[in-house]
């Protein structure tokens, strides 16, 4: 099961990846200053993950599907 699909183009411009990875993280902020350390960790953790899928794991992804399977190759000839 993926929660974060970085393939769905909503994804494509740079600015939403980077906000989706940023929101979660200022809103731990947030929390961590109202000394509300489990929320905290739990905004931190989600932009953990945001930014792994979307921005470390991102650019891998794309490059992998934009490349022609085996397959592809076999029928243009």
Same mark, same amino acid.
């Given at each position: 099961?993926?929660? *974060? ?6 994804f494509k ?5 980077? *906000? ?38 991102y650019d ?18």
């Amino acid at each position: 099961m993926q929660i *974060l699909d970085p393939k769905h183009p909503f994804f494509k411009p740079a600015w939403r990846r980077w *906000l989706t990875v940023l929101l979660p993280a200022a809103w731990g902020l947030v929390e961590l200053s109202n000394n509300a350390v489990g929320w905290a960790i739990a905004f931190f953790a989600a932009a953990g993950y945001a930014a792994y899928e979307l921005l470390i794991m991102y650019d891998r992804r794309i490059a992998e599907n934009s490349l022609p399977s085996e397959a592809e190759e076999r029928d243009q000839d």
